[in-house]
């Protein structure tokens, strides 16, 4: 175990598929270094195929007995999709503007495509997705050199650059599929929570620029974070398929809300809702039933009453509210490790268990400091 | 083969220039070390550092220097407006990261942070992407065929302002047969006014955006005498019920979605009505899947629900609107004071015209009303003048001449026509059960506040204009209005002082086209019309009137319109809708070709233009065809500011990055129009030329009666006498512009850049920018308060909320009041889909849309959604091709089988540019143009030409049928 573990929050009620969190991931790490093809942040509609390719049926993760299970390691054709280039110069030159490669696959394929009788009782929602990581990652039993780690200070799982040698059984291991093989340095490679950009105060980018406001970040033994609120106070943040055994601290707040069915006639089915709770319970366990009931139950509390903490922390009034980066903490590893704490960048989201509010001046003068010290 | 593969390889592992360096400084990347022992990765690994350092690397390698950002929005037509901080590396940028920093307005509410979306997180990657215009360029080879030939600016100006110079001067032409246009692709405060500003001077033909994009709120400037109407978007967290009617907010208005999901947290139900199954039906609490176009008809329902429930509200309704006014039963005609009443002379016979009665009930006698446009009472207060407005009822009244008129009231006339629509008999046409048009009425008229957002997608459809004004309506009768919601079109704030960018002090004066009659009539839409269309679907969609005698109607109304003609004689504002076909264009980041309908626009267009030069940053559609292409600068290359529309209260700076780097030889606009207009005056002031250098124009247009080329530059850049004397800001680039700008505009007061700057890239715009409501500083903002609390008349004929229109072709169509009427698409066996083409979640009409970034995370080409249920039942897999057809022609697209899509219906995201498709094919192919007679009417009331009544262009007329491709 390390000794903090960093958490993710992601409410699917608010979110609206529009994929900025994948963008804003591809322009800060995967547009580059043969990770073209990786999405480490990616959003499918479920039901669906998913990303990679029905990533739920290829293996990995832990059985009942605390085994590890084989896995398939997916096909960049066929399961990631290529990431197919245009001949631009040909919209200066004539010719066609064409894919260089024909688009079978990618990752968003099935988007908003759903399943059931339009307009009876169709659905769908967005599941986003990136590395969970995992208290006890299905990558790191799976590798034979030992090279994949959680980092001791927040619990980020990072693959060894120095020390991988390619081998893939990781992401076998990964039942999420959620670690990438990188044919550019033939090692392999995935999210790594942004902890660079935690490190100096900014929240990852996903759940930093995310527009529908859907990702807390915290730490998950910080009592006044939002992650440690959902996740274990109301119990209304889930993990993800955690039937694989490897305990994923990204936690789902599940859809509750979708709009009632039609029956044959084209009449309300009052008190209907799209959502399948066998669907639901297959992605987030049994538990979901309660967190279902508690979030019906605190927005009809907060629809007659006005009043509902779980609805204030859920509607995030503040952006930079969403995130407790606790930025004093890591100063704290890096100067005990002998190295030099990186300035914050921004000091908007430094709060945490060991830093508080006021910190934020402090930061601003002890910035010089470091950079005197680090010139020495 | 194995040479094949390779070369796929090769193009998997591409690596851009920036990306290359990154690697080669990290050539320790690939070293091994050796044996290691791992007791536990899960509690503690002795070799973290490496891997730690090299990603902490990476990220400081995007991330550059602070002090070195830039900050930018996206100019572009989603209206969506984001404060973006932008990063470089070296005058590089690397990538941007929302700015976040936008202060809450309560806390209480939701801020507007991060305020962006997928689209904006990657112009960092489209700015360096091998469809950039790199230099001035013109053509060698035939139009559109792609031979070019690279030239110098200086050449390049010389070029085009010889052609302009040359049409300008020509007795034959002069600035008529001149086009200076600034498409949507450059929507800004600051930078568009460089084009603006150079037309403007010229006595250029320009058209309005939002009327030739099928996004004018024509029916919303029939009720309310102003399209731009509704709320700030967080006013969407406080609202009982909020509807989003033809819209899809998490998809088309990514930005503010959020608050609409806070919103229901806080207790919201929101109702989405759409054809189609969407981001935002997926999460509502009643979706209501109504048939595409026959929305009007579903809002009469509605209406008529209202009525006979009695769920409207009879106070509001006395005051606010005009269904007290009374009509003469007969002619269908108002009864005006000037039908009443002898005026003493001309001016007050036409006040006489725009003054109304009501019965009062406190006299039992006719009552003329205060607050109308002629009026000399400017307020809605009725109880002074001991007025208590009937409702209902028929009346006698007593004309100049004498004779008996009987008359009732507007709200009779409103009951008359809403009684067709009851529930029960629009189930078959608008496919909603009559139990849901209850509901959905309920949910309307009894919460609190409720607020109803229409989308983009319902003007798309012929009778739109009735849609939007039968959803205004609703908003009427259930006393919706300021703090208690309302009709959400797009609202706008203010802002003065502006026109020093744009503007001449009134010297010259824009020379604006109809943008939905001029594009007909630049695309032959008449022949268009004529070969699509039967006689059924004129006759079902314009009350019968037949084909023959539509286009009679049309082309005299086309005739009044040519050229202005008819506007300029005219003594109380326009009559008909102007329109110029210009021979000489020079066309500002508009894709043209791709946004107009119908198969013939592009060659009817280019066989019109003598030269068309067009500049861009990007290789569009419209850029293929041009003769000369200017490279511009992108968003992040340039100075500028934006603030409208109004979904927020803030504007936006685009500073670039610290020693930014030039993209080719791109130019921003103001740089680039003050070097022509240098030229242009050198060209004038040769000695062949200056003896004509003076073009005689209208004084409308130019009120010393001509444009002087000789002191063009001087006159552009505030540099002449004039200007001098008088002050004005000097001009010149995109800099100097935003320094004026700043400057002039009190609703940015005390703001400067360096204080945007250190904000995070926006200001806070003072409450002088309330329009129609106090901009308050802990409250959202919802239009049309001072109508409600003060009792200001609204910009209407009657001052107020209109439900009447008695203009001839109105009460010809059988639209008085408010109707439903099926929409012109044929209704037919042959071709029984209708294509859906909304605004879309990949790109901003064609901006963004050749984004790799973005192709990846779609299907890589042009997509439909079709039905899978239809679809397999044509054998249809999904990612087959298919071929898209109807009379007029087709297009190639892949299938995408999915459940969100009706069954008589296609949804495809629009803007895709037709070179994206097999045989350059766009889907505008398939869909036919037409006018509404309703949007063509004019001359009445408020309903004059201008920036609120326009029209629109249609989208969704065309009915098609689609098959596996053979191809």
Known sequence: MSKRQLAMVIDLNKCIGCQTCTVACKTQWTNRNGREYMYWNNVETYPGTGYPKNWMELGGGFDTAGDLQPGIIPNLETDYGVPWDYNYDALLHGGSFEPNVEPTWGPNWDEDEGAGVFPQDNYFFYLPRICNHCTNPGCLSACPRDAIFKREEDGVVLVDLDRCQGYRYCIAGCPYKKIYFNPKISKSEKCILCFPRIEQGLPPACAQQCVGRTRFVGFLDDKDSQVYKLVHEYKVALGLRTDYGTQPNVYYVPPTESPAKFDANGKIIEGSTRLPIGELEKLFGENVHHAIRTLRSEMKKRQETGESELMDLLIAYQHQDMFRLDNNYYRKVAKDKGGYALAPVDTRYIAGKYTKESHTLYFTEDRDDDIKRHRK | ?967
Not at chain 2, 115 to 125: D, E, L, P, W
Request: aromatic share 12%; net charge neutral; charged share 25%.
């Open chain 2, 1 to 967: 083969m194995t040479k094949a593969v390779n070369s796929k390889r090769r193009n998997f592992l591409k690596l851009s220039g920036m990306t290359a360096a990154l690697v080669a400084s990290q050539s320790d990347l690939f070293a091994k070390t050796a044996v290691m022992s791992i007791e536990n990765g899960k509690s503690s690994y002795p070799n973290a550092g490496y891997t730690e350092a090299m990603y902490r690397n990476e990220f400081a390698f995007t991330y550059g220097k602070k002090e070195e950002h830039g900050f930018a929005f996206h100019c572009v037509n989603c209206q969506g407006n984001c404060a973006w901080e932008v990063w470089s590396h070296n005058g590089v940028v690397t990538r941007e990261n929302q700015s976040a920093r936008y202060p809450a307005v309560n806390a209480k509410i939701p801020d507007f942070n991060p305020r962006g979306c997928n689209k904006g997180v990657q112009h960092s990657q489209v700015m360096y992407q091998k469809d950039r215009i790199l230099y001035p360029m013109i053509r060698v080879g035939e139009r559109g065929r792609g031979k070019w030939k690279r030239i110098s600016w200086d050449a390049a100006a010389e070029k085009i302002c010889q052609n302009i110079f040359d049409t300008m001067t020509d007795p034959d032409r002069g600035p008529e047969k001149l086009m200076v246009h600034a498409g949507t692709g450059l929507l800004s405060e600051s930078r568009r006014g460089s084009v603006l500003r150079f037309s403007t001077q010229l006595g250029a033909n320009r058209i309005y955006p939002s009327s030739y994009l099928g996004d004018m709120f024509s029916g919303a400037a029939i009720a309310y005498g102003e399209g731009n109407v509704g709320c700030t978007w967080d006013f969407m967290y406080n609202v009982n019920t909020a509807v989003m009617w033809g819209g899809n907010p998490s998809v088309s208005r990514i930005p503010d979605a959020h608050f609409v999901w806070e919103g229901k947290y806080n207790g919201t139900k929101v109702i989405v009505i759409t054809p189609e199954f969407n981001a935002t039906a997926k999460s509502a609490d009643l979706w209501i899947p109504v048939k595409a176009g026959s929305d009007n008809i579903l809002a009469m329902s509605v209406i008529n629900v209202i009525l006979e429930q009695k769920l409207f509200k009879p106070e509001f309704m006395k005051i606010y609107t005009d269904l007290t006014f009374l009509v003469d039963v007969e002619t269908r005609k108002l009864i005006r004071r000037c039908d009443i009443e002898h005026a003493q002379n001309e001016e007050e016979r036409h006040k006489y015209e725009e003054e109304f009665y009501s019965w009062n009930e406190a006299k039992k006698e006719p009552a003329v009303m205060p607050g109308t446009k002629g009026s000399s009472v400017h307020s809605l207060r009725l109880g002074e003048h001991g007025i208590r407005p009937a409702l209902e009822g028929t009346y006698e009244m007593v004309d100049v001449y004498g004779n008996e008129r009987t008359v009732t009231t507007v709200f009779e006339m409103l009951k008359k026509s809403a009684a067709d629509f009851s529930p029960e008999a629009t189930k078959e046409i608008t496919g909603v059960h009559p139990d849901t048009v209850v509901q959905l009425a309920k949910d309307i008229a009894l919460p609190k506040v409720v607020e109803i957002t229409t989308g983009f997608s319902l003007n798309k459809y012929f009778n739109g204009i009735m849609t939007i004004w039968n959803i205004a309506s609703i908003c009427g009768l259930t006393g919706r209005m300021g703090p208690y919601g309302g009709l959400n079109t797009e609202n706008e704030f203010t802002l003065s002082g502006l026109e020093a960018l744009s503007g001449f002090n009134g010297k010259y004066a824009p020379r604006f086209g109809s943008g939905f009659v001029s594009e007909f009539m630049r695309g032959s839409g008449m022949d268009t019309f004529r070969r699509y269309f039967g006689d059924e679907d004129v006759r079902r969609a314009q009350n019968g009137m037949s084909k023959d005698e539509y286009i009679t109607v049309v082309e005299e109304l086309l005739v009044a319109g040519r050229n202005g003609e008819v506007n300029n004689e005219s003594e109380h504002g326009s009559v008909a809708k102007p329109w110029w076909l210009p021979t000489t264009a020079l066309i500002v980041a508009d894709s043209t070709f791709r946004r107009n309908k119908g198969s013939e626009y592009r060659r009817a267009f280019l066989n019109r233009m003598d030269f068309y030069a067009y500049v861009d940053y990007r290789m569009s559609e419209a850029a293929q065809f041009a003769d000369v292409l200017l490279p511009a600068k992108s968003h992040y290359e340039v100075y500028d500011l934006r603030t409208s529309p109004g979904y927020h209260r803030f504007t936006n700076l685009a500073q670039p990055v610290a020693n930014i780097k030039n993209i080719g030889e791109a130019m921003d606009e103001w740089s680039m129009f003050t070097f022509l207009a240098k030229k242009l005056e050198e060209i004038a002031n040769r000695p062949e030329n200056i003896g004509k250098a003076k073009v005689k124009d209208d004084k409308r247009y130019a009120k010393p009666g001509y444009h002087d080329l000789t002191i063009f530059h001087q006159e552009y850049t505030n540099t002449d006498k004039e200007s001098r004397a008088n002050g004005e800001a000097r001009l010149g680039t995109d800099k100097m512009a935003v320094e004026a700008a700043l400057e002039n505009c009190e609703q940015y007061e005390p703001w400067t850049m360096e204080k945007m700057y250190k904000a995070g890239g926006f200001l806070q715009i003072n409450e002088k920018a309330a329009k129609s409501s106090p901009l308050y500083s802990d409250r959202p903002y919802s239009s049309m308060e001072y109508h409600l609390y003060r009792f200001e008349p609204l910009d209407t004929l009657s001052g107020r909320q209109t439900f009447y229109v008695d203009h001839d072709i109105y009460i010809r169509m059988g639209a008085a009041t408010n109707t439903g009427m099926e929409g012109i698409r044929p209704n037919n066996r042959e071709y029984p889909y209708v294509l859906m083409t909304p605004h879309a979640r990949w790109s901003i009409h064609s901006n963004y849309k050749s984004s790799r970034t973005l192709l990846r995370l779609q299907r890589g080409v042009p997509a439909v959604a079709l039905n899978r249920v239809v679809a397999e039942k044509k054998g249809i897999k999904d990612g087959d091709t298919i071929r898209v057809f109807n009379s007029l022609g087709e297009f190639y697209a892949m299938a995408k089988l999915s459940s969100s899509s009706p069954a008589d219906g296609l949804v495809m995201e629009h803007g895709w540019e037709p070179y994206m498709y097999k045989f350059n094919k766009g889907h505008n192919e398939v869909v036919p143009v037409s006018l509404n007679l309703l949007e063509m009417a004019d001359g009445w009331g408020h309903l004059k030409f201008g920036a609120l009544w326009d029209g629109n262009q249609y989208a969704y007329d065309g009915a098609v049928n689609y098959e596996k491709a053979s191809v």
